[in-house]
């Protein structure tokens, strides 16, 4: 009588249980297609906004618009800070860019989304070579980390600079993205 009792206890238990958990519902092409462009969006720290203005870029340009809006999103100055280890995060890098501590070619850039181009030299502003902290808390921690400089960028860790060698072609993403899962989302 007793493990009876304990059985339907049991089983009342395991009911409360599976009440609460969401059941798999298979996502529509629109729901996969959406996800993956959110998934993008969260990658490189963008609004929908600054994204359709990426996408509408990219399907100006010759090519395949998924590779070019892959090929923009990694040219974006907040991007190449990070795959140059002169930040810890994409977050890191936009603040860095927005504080004025990154230089393009010389001049003081402020703006995260500011387009590379080829041959442009990305360093650091002298006030913040002079920080001494900041160095060693932040970039000369990233650079002695092993992670490898994506090809299409040179990486100066005496002077703490890139340099952009060539564009970013497909190849060179190494994130899980289905480019054309979001051209067709934008394509409707």
């Known amino acids: 009588m007793e493990k009876l009792k304990k059985d339907q206890e049991k089983g009342q238990q395991d009911n409360k249980a599976g ?10 092409g629109y729901g ?21 203005r990426f996408f509408d870029l990219a399907t100006k340009s010759e090519g395949g618009a998924g590779e070019n809006l892959l090929s923009l999103l990694e040219r974006r100055l907040d991007n190449v800070v990070y795959r140059l280890k002169l930040a810890v995060t994409r977050t890191q890098a936009r603040q860095i860019i927005v504080h004025g501590h990154v230089l393009v070619n010389g001049k003081k850039v402020s703006s995260p989304s500011f387009l590379i181009g080829v041959n442009d030299k990305i360093s650091l502003a002298d006030k913040v070579a ?46 899980p993205i ?11």
């Not at 297609?33 to 994204?51: A, S, T």
């Not at 289905?178 to 409707?188: A, D, G, M, Q």
């Open 130 to 175: 002079k920080k001494d902290k900041f160095l060693e808390q932040v970039i000369d921690k990233r650079l002695s980390i092993g992670i490898k400089v994506p090809e299409w960028l040179e990486l100066n860790k005496q002077n703490r600079d890139g340099l952009v060698l060539r564009f970013p072609v497909r190849s060179d993403i190494q994130a």
């Open 178 to 188: 289905e480019e054309h899962l979001i051209v067709e989302l934008y394509s409707k």
């Open 19 to 28: 009440a609460g958990k969401k059941r798999g519902k298979k996502l529509s």
């Open 32 to 52: 996969i297609q959406l996800k993956e462009k959110q998934k993008v969006k969260e990658i490189y720290g963008m609004r929908e906004r600054q994204f359709k």
